[in-house]
């Protein structure tokens, strides 16, 4: 298969550049599934994966650890570690983290800790822009409400009411990762249910079956964007060529007119 050259890909259509690195990472590298877990500093992103891998892959504290993407492949599903959303003020780790989502991730977890209360301003804008981004994110993006046994039961009623409200789109788990923790450990399978965990697990299982077809059809939209945005460009170059050409035209004549008119005048001078 040849290789997709980027660079030129992105010199002919450089508004496709996100498109075309998707494209390739799909054609060239895809395996298991990726699932990227988004959310701002201390919401229990990376505690959440430790949950789900069953040990301590990604660090975690109070302190901000996570400012590259890092991965993790267990049972099928290579997880990533996104930077924490608007913890660094120069925007350098939201960009990361949506490099890490639109390239390579095939889901996305949208994790909000409930004893932060609602979603703030910056969680809607940013999630709404990245569900602009993909036609069938009802399929690809998940919002994963965390450290439900943090908050009284009206408290949670109350926060995932507002939550809801505030991005109806998204299919929306409540979970509580120390929960499950503990049910595990203590055998006790009622902690294990209310933790919520199953249902997420149900989910991941049930991403891992679909996702041939969801990449499947990804590639082919991709590929008809691409070649619009191709088709576009050349279009316009065509044009601008055309334009230009009218140009050389205009300046050809007005030159020959000039030294006609000018040898005109000589030769009245003879």
Avoid: C
Avoid at 65 to 75: G, I, P, R, S, W
Avoid at 126 to 138: E, G, V, W
């Amino acid at each position: 298969m040849a290789i997709i050259d980027v660079t030129r890909f992105t010199k002919a259509v450089p508004q496709s550049e996100q498109d075309v690195k998707r494209f390739k990472f799909l054609m060239e590298e895809a395996n298991d599934i990726r699932i990227a877990v988004f959310g701002k500093y201390n919401h229990g992103k990376s505690t959440l994966l430790n949950t789900i891998i069953g040990k301590d892959v990604f660090k975690t504290s109070d302190k901000r650890e996570t400012v590259k993407n890092q991965t993790h492949q267990y049972q099928n599903v290579i997880w990533v570690d996104t930077p924490g959303l608007d913890a660094d003020v120069t925007g350098q780790d939201d960009k990361e983290a949506r490099n890490g989502a639109f390239t390579t991730a095939d889901v996305l977890f949208l994790v909000h800790n409930l004893k932060s209360g609602e979603l703030d301003k910056y969680e809607v804008n940013y999630y709404r822009s990245l569900m602009a981004q993909k036609k069938d994110y009802q399929k690809r993006m998940f919002l994963i409400l965390t450290q439900a046994d943090q908050v009284t039961p009206e408290q949670l009623n109350q926060v995932v009411s507002v939550i809801k409200k505030q991005l109806p789109e998204l299919t929306t788990f409540v979970v509580s990762a120390t929960r499950y923790a503990k049910g595990v450990i203590e055998n006790k399978p009622p902690l294990v249910e209310r933790s919520g965990m199953t249902a997420l697990f149900n989910l991941v299982t049930s991403l891992n079956t679909e996702i041939k077809n969801l990449r499947k059809v990804e590639i082919t939209t991709l590929k008809q964007r691409i070649q619009t945005g191709l088709e576009r460009n050349r279009d316009l170059v065509r044009k601008e060529l055309h334009a230009a050409r009218e140009k050389i035209v205009l300046m050809q004549q007005q030159f020959s007119d000039d030294v006609s008119s000018f040898t005109t005048q000589v030769q009245s001078k003879i």
